[in-house]
């Protein structure tokens, strides 16, 4: 059996590029395309956030009717390093479970300007004053709605725990992708045939900076194969310039540029952490299903055979 | 062949359709893509019925040497190794940037 399992490739390679508190950038290195798309779709809609999921409106004479203003405090990213305490309405089955978190928000214009309504006047529950909504650089906030002389809003929201696949606002990533690794090869005993002008005018065929020509040896090297785009111009010039097979570019099928940007929920680092633990989870609760499944299974033979 | 051979296993347990509640191609995909690693499986594939139906039916038939439930249970455990070695290396990796930024700043 030993021998079998040799041919799976079971221990992937990380290698983190750059780490910001809002975004972050690693190599997938000797997995394929399956375990990929698995990560992406766990950062995506399983890696569970609080957003705020309930409103009650007191006064509104706003523009903005109820529904959209609730809606518009659903996607309010809210600090969740504390999710991990909480649960979930569906998850919660003890009491003392801590499932909600209560925001205020209360807000009239007396002034003869537009006032601005932001995520800086939720005052936060007093029980949890970590958990609030995230904050820029520049300290603006976020802007909920606008209010003219007189307008007024006061509501009560209740934050919850929640994932992505039930609604777009519990996603802790703004945007998560992978690219394939390009493999480039330049066929250089072919490239010798054309003329320096040529290979200029070839370089500047691709529209992002992926070749350079080497002032010495005068030959076309590959400065940056990441910053290739797949957009197929050069192969379409070196056809042009009637050498097709000039280059030759392929999409490695094992290693994988994946980019994490977060909303600000959680940082990056957290949320690929926290995926790994969600698929982890799933496995683990795949086996003990199968478990019991196999028992029950055997139960029933036993049951018949009698 | 020195080995004796063993009898089949019954066609009751070689093939089989698991239906996986609550769960989607995330899981779906990865394990099929194990299973199709394994030499011992002769087929394995999924369908998600509807969109909005939660459930992944999963179809795997074997070759006869090991049960369709074993072949399963050992693509679970492989995927729970990857994600493991991905989670500790990861780690890794953070720790050395952090500790890097650190020593920029220092």
Same mark, same amino acid.
């Given at each position: 059996?030993? /021998?079998?399992?040799?041919?799976?490739?079971?221990?992937?390679?990380?290698?983190?590029?750059?780490?910001?508190?809002? /975004?972050? +950038?690693?190599?997938?290195?000797?997995?394929?395309?399956?375990?990929?798309?698995?990560?992406?779709?766990? $950062?995506?809609?399983?890696?569970?956030?609080?957003?705020? !999921?309930?409103? +009650?409106?007191?006064?509104?004479?706003?523009?903005?009717?109820?529904? $959209?203003?609730?809606?518009?405090?659903?996607?309010?990213?809210?600090?969740?390093?504390?999710?991990?305490?909480?649960?979930?309405?569906?998850?919660?089955? +003890?009491?003392?479970?801590?499932?909600?978190?209560?925001?205020?928000?209360?807000?009239?214009?007396?002034?003869?300007?537009?006032?601005?309504?932001?995520?800086?006047?939720?005052?936060?529950?007093?029980?949890?004053?970590?958990?609030?909504?995230?904050? !820029?650089?520049? *300290?603006?906030?976020?802007?909920?709605?606008?209010?003219?002389?007189?307008?007024?809003?006061?509501?009560?929201?209740?934050?919850?725990?929640?994932?992505?696949?039930?609604?777009?606002?519990?996603?802790?990533?703004?945007?998560?992708?992978?690219? $394939?690794?390009?493999?480039?090869?330049?066929?250089?005993?072919?490239?010798?045939?054309?003329?320096?002008?040529?290979?200029?005018?070839?370089?500047?065929?691709?529209?992002?900076?992926?070749?350079?020509?080497?002032?010495?040896?005068?030959?076309? +090297?590959?400065?940056?194969?990441?910053?290739?785009?797949?957009?197929?111009?050069?192969?379409?010039?070196?056809?042009?310039?009637?050498?097709?097979?000039?280059?030759?570019?392929?999409?490695?099928?094992?290693? $994988?540029?994946?980019?994490?940007?977060?909303?600000?929920?959680?940082?990056?680092?957290?949320?690929?952490?926290?995926?790994?633990?969600?698929?982890?989870?799933?496995?683990? !609760?795949?086996?003990?299903?199968?478990?019991?499944?196999?028992?029950?299974?055997?139960?029933?033979? *036993?049951?018949?055979?009698? | 062949?020195?080995?004796?051979?063993?009898?089949?296993?019954?066609? @009751?347990?070689?093939?089989?359709?698991?239906?996986?509640?609550?769960?989607?191609?995330?899981?779906?995909?990865?394990?099929?893509?194990?299973?199709?690693?394994?030499?011992?499986?002769?087929?394995?594939?999924? @369908?998600?019925?509807?969109?909005?139906?939660?459930?992944?039916?999963?179809?795997?038939?074997?070759?006869?040497?090991?049960?369709?439930?074993?072949?399963?249970?050992?693509?679970?455990?492989?995927?729970?190794?990857?994600?493991?070695?991905?989670?500790?290396?990861?780690?890794?990796?953070?720790?050395?940037?952090?500790?890097?930024?650190?020593?920029?700043?220092?």
């Amino acid at each position: 059996m030993a /021998s079998i399992r040799k041919t799976y490739r079971r221990t992937p390679k990380v290698e983190l590029r750059s780490l910001t508190e809002e /975004s972050c +950038e690693f190599v997938l290195s000797n997995t394929d395309v399956s375990m990929a798309n698995a990560l992406r779709r766990v $950062f995506i809609s399983w890696v569970p956030t609080i957003a705020i !999921d309930l409103v +009650e409106i007191t006064t509104n004479t706003t523009v903005l009717n109820d529904e $959209f203003i609730a809606h518009r405090l659903g996607l309010l990213p809210l600090v969740s390093s504390r999710v991990k305490e909480m649960k979930s309405p569906f998850e919660s089955g +003890e009491d003392d479970d801590w499932t909600d978190v209560e925001f205020h928000l209360n807000v009239k214009c007396t002034g003869d300007d537009t006032m601005d309504v932001t995520s800086n006047d939720i005052q936060c529950d007093p029980r949890h004053p970590d958990v609030r909504p995230v904050t !820029d650089p520049e *300290g603006k906030g976020i802007l909920i709605v606008k209010l003219r002389k007189n307008q007024e809003l006061n509501l009560t929201a209740i934050a919850r725990k929640g994932i992505g696949k039930d609604h777009a606002k519990w996603s802790p990533v703004a945007t998560t992708f992978f690219q $394939f690794m390009p493999e480039i090869h330049i066929n250089q005993a072919l490239m010798e045939t054309l003329t320096l002008e040529q290979k200029q005018e070839w370089i500047d065929s691709s529209p992002t900076k992926v070749f350079r020509l080497n002032p010495i040896t005068r030959q076309v +090297e590959v400065e940056n194969a990441e910053a290739y785009m797949y957009d197929g111009e050069c192969i379409a010039k070196a056809e042009e310039l009637g050498k097709p097979g000039l280059v030759d570019i392929h999409q490695r099928q094992d290693m $994988f540029i994946f980019k994490v940007e977060s909303t600000g929920a959680l940082k990056p680092d957290a949320i690929v952490v926290m995926g790994l633990d969600v698929l982890l989870n799933k496995t683990h !609760d795949l086996i003990e299903s199968l478990e019991t499944e196999a028992q029950s299974h055997a139960a029933q033979a *036993g049951g018949l055979d009698s | 062949m020195t080995q004796e051979r063993k009898a089949p296993l019954p066609k @009751s347990e070689t093939s089989l359709t698991y239906a996986i509640e609550d769960e989607d191609h995330t899981l779906g995909n990865s394990l099929r893509f194990l299973l199709n690693k394994n030499p011992h499986v002769d087929f394995v594939g999924y @369908s998600i019925g509807h969109p909005s139906e939660h459930r992944v039916q999963f179809r795997i038939q074997t070759t006869g040497e090991i049960t369709a439930t074993e072949a399963l249970r050992q693509a679970c455990r492989d995927l729970k190794q990857i994600c493991a070695h991905m989670k500790q290396t990861m780690a890794e990796e953070v720790e050395r940037v952090k500790s890097g930024a650190a020593d920029m700043q220092s």
